[in-house]
Protein backbone atom coordinates (compact mmCIF):
# COMPACT_ATOMS: atom_id res chain seq x y z
CA UNK A 1 0.00 0.00 0.00
CA UNK A 2 0.63 3.80 -0.72
CA UNK A 3 0.18 6.86 1.03
CA UNK A 4 0.92 10.51 1.05
CA UNK A 5 -0.11 13.25 3.63
CA UNK A 6 0.05 16.80 2.92
CA UNK A 7 -0.42 17.90 6.95
CA UNK A 8 -1.47 21.79 5.97
CA UNK A 9 -4.31 22.68 4.19
CA UNK A 10 -3.33 26.19 3.91
CA UNK A 11 0.24 27.76 3.48
CA UNK A 12 0.11 31.41 3.29
CA UNK A 13 3.94 33.54 2.93
CA UNK A 14 5.01 37.04 1.76
CA UNK A 15 6.13 37.46 -1.60
CA UNK A 16 10.12 37.32 -1.78
CA UNK A 17 10.08 34.51 1.92
CA UNK A 18 11.33 31.43 1.26
CA UNK A 19 8.39 28.68 1.08
CA UNK A 20 8.10 25.18 1.99
CA UNK A 21 4.54 23.14 1.22
CA UNK A 22 4.94 19.51 3.42
CA UNK A 23 4.72 16.11 2.12
CA UNK A 24 4.96 12.68 3.67
CA UNK A 25 4.50 9.28 2.58
CA UNK A 26 4.28 5.60 3.19
CA UNK A 27 5.28 3.48 0.40
CA UNK A 28 6.36 -0.42 0.73
CA UNK A 29 9.81 -0.48 -1.16
CA UNK A 30 11.32 2.22 -2.81
CA UNK A 31 9.56 5.36 -3.73
CA UNK A 32 9.05 7.80 -6.83
CA UNK A 33 7.96 10.77 -5.44
CA UNK A 34 6.06 13.77 -7.54
CA UNK A 35 4.92 17.23 -6.94
CA UNK A 36 2.05 19.03 -9.59
CA UNK A 37 0.37 22.30 -9.29
CA UNK A 38 -2.28 22.93 -10.65
CA UNK A 39 -3.39 26.87 -10.96
CA UNK A 40 -6.89 28.06 -10.82
CA UNK A 41 -8.97 26.48 -13.82
CA UNK A 42 -6.17 25.24 -15.05
CA UNK A 43 -4.90 21.17 -15.02
CA UNK A 44 -2.55 19.59 -13.00
CA UNK A 45 1.41 20.11 -13.90
CA UNK A 46 4.00 18.04 -13.76
CA UNK A 47 6.70 20.61 -11.13
CA UNK A 48 9.57 17.91 -10.26
CA UNK A 49 10.15 14.36 -9.25
CA UNK A 50 12.84 12.07 -7.15
CA UNK A 51 13.53 9.00 -8.36
CA UNK A 52 17.49 7.81 -6.99
CA UNK A 53 20.33 10.31 -6.25
CA UNK A 54 20.82 13.28 -5.05
CA UNK A 55 18.46 14.10 -2.43
CA UNK A 56 17.69 17.43 -3.59
CA UNK A 57 16.09 17.39 -6.84
CA UNK A 58 15.42 20.97 -8.84
CA UNK A 59 11.90 21.60 -10.85
CA UNK A 60 10.67 24.10 -13.15
CA UNK A 61 9.43 27.86 -12.23
CA UNK A 62 12.15 27.58 -9.61
CA UNK A 63 10.96 25.19 -7.38
CA UNK A 64 12.75 22.48 -5.56
CA UNK A 65 12.12 19.34 -3.03
CA UNK A 66 14.50 17.52 -0.37
CA UNK A 67 13.83 13.89 -0.14
CA UNK A 68 14.60 12.50 3.27
CA UNK A 69 14.65 8.55 3.63
CA UNK A 70 14.94 8.86 7.78
CA UNK A 71 11.83 11.05 7.51
CA UNK A 72 9.87 9.75 4.94
CA UNK A 73 9.71 13.54 3.34
CA UNK A 74 9.53 15.35 0.29
CA UNK A 75 9.25 18.60 0.92
CA UNK A 76 8.75 21.38 -0.93
CA UNK A 77 10.54 24.28 -1.65
CA UNK A 78 11.57 27.98 -3.20
CA UNK A 79 13.84 30.10 -1.69
CA UNK A 80 11.62 33.68 -3.21
CA UNK A 81 8.17 33.16 -3.48
CA UNK A 82 5.93 34.86 -6.17
CA UNK A 83 2.69 36.07 -5.98
CA UNK A 84 2.21 33.98 -9.04
CA UNK A 85 3.20 30.83 -7.36
CA UNK A 86 -0.36 30.98 -5.44
CA UNK A 87 -1.91 27.78 -6.65
CA UNK A 88 -2.95 24.12 -5.57
CA UNK A 89 -0.33 21.80 -4.51
CA UNK A 90 -0.02 18.04 -4.75
CA UNK A 91 2.59 15.47 -3.84
CA UNK A 92 2.37 12.10 -5.46
CA UNK A 93 4.21 8.53 -4.44
CA UNK A 94 4.57 5.72 -6.49
CA UNK A 95 6.43 2.11 -5.51
CA UNK A 96 9.26 1.74 -7.87
CA UNK A 97 10.34 -1.88 -6.72
CA UNK A 98 6.72 -3.19 -7.57
CA UNK A 99 6.93 -1.28 -10.99
CA UNK A 100 3.20 -0.47 -10.10
CA UNK A 101 2.06 2.22 -12.58
CA UNK A 102 -0.29 4.02 -10.59
CA UNK A 103 0.48 6.97 -8.40
CA UNK A 104 -0.90 8.11 -5.38
CA UNK A 105 -1.69 11.56 -4.51
CA UNK A 106 -2.31 13.77 -1.32
CA UNK A 107 -4.89 15.67 -0.55
CA UNK A 108 -3.17 19.00 -1.79
CA UNK A 109 -2.51 22.33 -0.01
CA UNK A 110 -3.32 25.81 -1.21
CA UNK A 111 -0.67 27.92 -1.60
CA UNK A 112 -1.56 31.85 -1.34
CA UNK A 113 1.48 34.43 -2.03
CA UNK A 114 0.50 37.76 -0.54
CA UNK A 115 2.25 40.76 -2.12
CA UNK B 1 1.59 17.52 -30.00
CA UNK B 2 -1.65 19.43 -28.39
CA UNK B 3 -1.51 17.69 -24.84
CA UNK B 4 -4.02 15.45 -23.02
CA UNK B 5 -7.46 15.87 -24.91
CA UNK B 6 -9.89 14.93 -22.51
CA UNK B 7 -14.09 15.12 -24.12
CA UNK B 8 -16.98 16.84 -23.27
CA UNK B 9 -15.74 19.41 -20.60
CA UNK B 10 -18.89 19.03 -18.84
CA UNK B 11 -21.45 16.69 -18.26
CA UNK B 12 -24.68 17.09 -17.13
CA UNK B 13 -26.60 13.79 -16.41
CA UNK B 14 -29.83 12.30 -14.93
CA UNK B 15 -29.27 9.59 -12.53
CA UNK B 16 -29.88 6.54 -13.39
CA UNK B 17 -28.54 7.50 -17.17
CA UNK B 18 -24.98 6.21 -19.08
CA UNK B 19 -22.39 8.49 -19.59
CA UNK B 20 -18.97 7.91 -21.60
CA UNK B 21 -15.90 10.16 -21.56
CA UNK B 22 -13.21 10.09 -23.84
CA UNK B 23 -9.64 10.90 -23.56
CA UNK B 24 -7.07 11.31 -26.39
CA UNK B 25 -3.24 10.85 -24.44
CA UNK B 26 0.09 12.10 -25.79
CA UNK B 27 1.10 10.06 -29.22
CA UNK B 28 4.06 8.68 -27.41
CA UNK B 29 3.46 7.69 -24.34
CA UNK B 30 2.51 4.07 -23.37
CA UNK B 31 0.31 4.47 -20.65
CA UNK B 32 -2.68 6.22 -19.49
CA UNK B 33 -4.26 6.35 -16.25
CA UNK B 34 -8.13 7.38 -15.29
CA UNK B 35 -8.22 9.49 -12.04
CA UNK B 36 -11.29 11.61 -10.03
CA UNK B 37 -10.91 14.34 -8.02
CA UNK B 38 -13.72 15.73 -5.72
CA UNK B 39 -13.57 19.15 -4.26
CA UNK B 40 -10.94 19.33 -1.48
CA UNK B 41 -9.68 16.22 -2.16
CA UNK B 42 -6.25 14.95 -4.47
CA UNK B 43 -6.75 12.88 -7.61
CA UNK B 44 -8.01 9.44 -6.79
CA UNK B 45 -6.73 6.83 -9.27
CA UNK B 46 -9.48 4.45 -11.23
CA UNK B 47 -7.66 2.18 -13.82
CA UNK B 48 -4.81 2.30 -15.69
CA UNK B 49 -3.48 1.04 -19.04
CA UNK B 50 -0.10 0.26 -20.77
CA UNK B 51 -1.05 -0.02 -24.51
CA UNK B 52 -4.19 -1.68 -24.82
CA UNK B 53 -3.56 -3.49 -21.77
CA UNK B 54 -5.73 -2.73 -18.18
CA UNK B 55 -2.93 -3.56 -15.79
CA UNK B 56 -4.92 -2.00 -12.81
CA UNK B 57 -8.45 -0.89 -11.46
CA UNK B 58 -9.11 0.36 -8.60
CA UNK B 59 -10.78 -1.98 -5.93
CA UNK B 60 -12.83 1.33 -5.18
CA UNK B 61 -14.35 1.11 -8.40
CA UNK B 62 -17.54 -0.69 -9.01
CA UNK B 63 -18.55 -2.82 -11.67
CA UNK B 64 -20.50 0.01 -13.12
CA UNK B 65 -17.54 1.74 -14.13
CA UNK B 66 -15.75 0.54 -17.31
CA UNK B 67 -12.88 1.65 -19.24
CA UNK B 68 -10.97 0.88 -22.83
CA UNK B 69 -8.23 1.56 -24.80
CA UNK B 70 -9.13 0.31 -27.99
CA UNK B 71 -5.40 -0.36 -30.38
CA UNK B 72 -3.45 1.42 -27.61
CA UNK B 73 -4.90 4.84 -28.23
CA UNK B 74 -7.42 6.70 -27.50
CA UNK B 75 -9.14 5.58 -24.14
CA UNK B 76 -13.25 5.83 -23.16
CA UNK B 77 -14.32 5.78 -19.82
CA UNK B 78 -18.30 4.68 -18.98
CA UNK B 79 -20.08 4.87 -15.70
CA UNK B 80 -23.57 3.04 -15.99
CA UNK B 81 -26.68 3.61 -14.06
CA UNK B 82 -25.18 6.94 -12.67
CA UNK B 83 -25.52 8.58 -9.13
CA UNK B 84 -25.22 11.36 -7.16
CA UNK B 85 -22.05 10.13 -5.53
CA UNK B 86 -20.42 9.74 -8.89
CA UNK B 87 -20.59 13.20 -9.70
CA UNK B 88 -16.93 14.91 -9.69
CA UNK B 89 -14.16 15.53 -12.15
CA UNK B 90 -12.63 12.85 -14.19
CA UNK B 91 -9.14 13.24 -14.84
CA UNK B 92 -7.20 11.23 -17.75
CA UNK B 93 -3.50 11.35 -17.14
CA UNK B 94 -0.48 10.12 -19.72
CA UNK B 95 3.24 8.99 -19.54
CA UNK B 96 5.99 7.11 -20.57
CA UNK B 97 6.69 3.60 -18.51
CA UNK B 98 9.08 5.29 -16.46
CA UNK B 99 7.27 8.68 -15.72
CA UNK B 100 10.79 10.39 -16.46
CA UNK B 101 8.54 13.31 -16.82
CA UNK B 102 5.23 12.24 -14.39
CA UNK B 103 2.07 12.45 -16.05
CA UNK B 104 1.16 14.90 -18.39
CA UNK B 105 -2.68 15.31 -17.03
CA UNK B 106 -5.96 16.70 -19.56
CA UNK B 107 -8.05 19.34 -18.02
CA UNK B 108 -10.89 16.40 -17.18
CA UNK B 109 -14.51 16.34 -17.83
CA UNK B 110 -16.78 17.50 -14.90
CA UNK B 111 -19.51 15.17 -14.35
CA UNK B 112 -22.98 16.31 -12.37
CA UNK B 113 -25.12 13.90 -11.81
CA UNK B 114 -28.87 15.38 -11.02
Known amino acids: AQSVAQPEDQVNVAEGNPLTVKCTYS??????LFWYVQYPNRGLQFLLK??????LVKGSYGFEAEFNKSQTSFHLKKPSALVSDSALYFC?????????????FGDGTTLTVKP | DTGVSQDPRHKITKRGQNVTFRCDPI?????LYWYRQTLGQGPEFLTY????????KSRLLSDRFSAERPKGSFSTLEIQRTEQGDSAMYLC????????????FGSGTRLTVV
Open chain 2, 93 to 104: ASSWEDQRRGYT
Open chain 1, 27 to 32: VSGNPY
Open chain 1, 50 to 55: YITGDN
Open chain 1, 92 to 104: AVRDRDTNAGKST
Open chain 2, 27 to 31: SEHNR
Open chain 2, 49 to 56: FQNEAQLE
